[in-house]
């Protein structure tokens, strides 16, 4: 059974997505607001009848219903609004996840843990202390997020077709994210190749700042995180010995230590299976460490 904390638009959604790509037999939504979770799981139920798909989708308001969960989804929390910051959210957030995790641990002690509430990092966090999770049961959705942006900025800006472009983002999912360009390419042909340091770096801008203007325009981000967390739960699921870029906690990887925040990751049944390290040059590096100094901050300052 896959569980999905938080039965908002991200987190129906997160459950719409996965029970089309049938991805477990069972999918429950769970939230504390009562005729919510019910509601979204009816009306999404509904739908697969008509595609022919037998996930039976749940709904309740009952943690103890995620016993037998092999995958949690974390998506509980208050939303960012506009003008704010994913930091702006820590102190509230800290505390709606910590009592989360705590159910988790309580009632499903051999899952793995995704999770999706910003600020992503320390949540991810809070989420790994709070559960005292192995370290490869825990991890956070953030960059795979940061790298659906990038690749839409990359396509736009070479005119080349999305199925070609491979990108990478790691570091902090927010405002010091690092997209890679060095590691980035179309159809195996360096990014470099098609842009010039110019473009690139409007690009990499642009990337880091289209969350607050989507946020600004309609109030949320909804689908694309929906679309991230699915594919993380396929790796998991299905085995596939994937490389993505995911919040995870490191212990000298990078130079970091004591601190969750995005870098490569190979995702199968076991979660977290490998920390991927990239060599980084200075100004990656500055970057790098600029995202980790902001997680530490945070953890730092949670009441």
Not at 193 to 211: C, G, I, P, Y
Not at 235 to 255: F, N, S, T
Request: aromatic share 4%; glycine share 8%; net charge neutral.
């Amino acid at each position: 059974m896959i569980t999905i904390v938080g039965s908002g638009k991200v987190g129906s959604s997160m459950a719409l997505q996965i029970a089309m790509k049938e991805l477990d037999t069972q999918v429950l939504l769970l939230d504390i607001v009562k005729g919510l979770p019910q509601g979204e799981a009816m009306d999404i139920s509904h739908l697969l009848s008509e595609r022919g798909i037998d996930t039976h989708v749940k709904g309740s308001n009952e943690y103890a219903d995620m016993r037998g969960s092999d995958i949690v989804v974390i998506v509980a929390g208050v939303g960012r609004k506009p003008g704010m910051t994913r930091m702006d959210l820590l102190n509230t957030n800290a505390s709606i996840v910590k009592g989360v995790a705590e159910k988790v641990a309580k009632n499903a002690k051999d899952a793995t843990i995704i999770t999706v509430t910003n600020p992503l990092d320390p949540m991810t966090y809070v989420t790994l202390k709070t559960t005292k999770f192995k370290n490869n049961k825990v991890m956070g959705m953030g960059n795979m997020l940061d790298v659906s942006r990038f690749k839409s900025f990359i396509a736009d800006a070479t005119k080349m077709s999305r199925s070609a472009i491979d990108a990478l983002v790691i570091g902090e999912h927010g405002e010091n994210m690092l997209p890679l360009v060095r590691y980035s390419s179309v159809s195996g042909i360096p990014l470099t190749k098609f842009l010039d340091s110019k473009k690139s770096k409007q690009v990499v801008e642009n990337t880091r700042k289209v969350a607050a203007e989507v946020i600004a325009l309609k109030g949320a981000t909804i689908y694309a995180p929906a679309n991230a967390v699915t594919h993380m739960v396929d790796a998991i699921v299905k085995d596939r010995k994937e490389i993505m870029p995911v919040a995870v906690y490191l212990d000298g990887q990078y130079g970091a230590k004591n601190v969750c925040i995005g870098v490569p990751a190979v995702l199968g049944k076991d979660g977290v299976e490998e920390i991927v390290e990239l060599e980084l040059n200075a100004e990656e590096k500055e970057w790098f460490n600029k995202g980790v100094k902001s997680v530490k901050d945070a953890i730092a300052g949670m009441a």
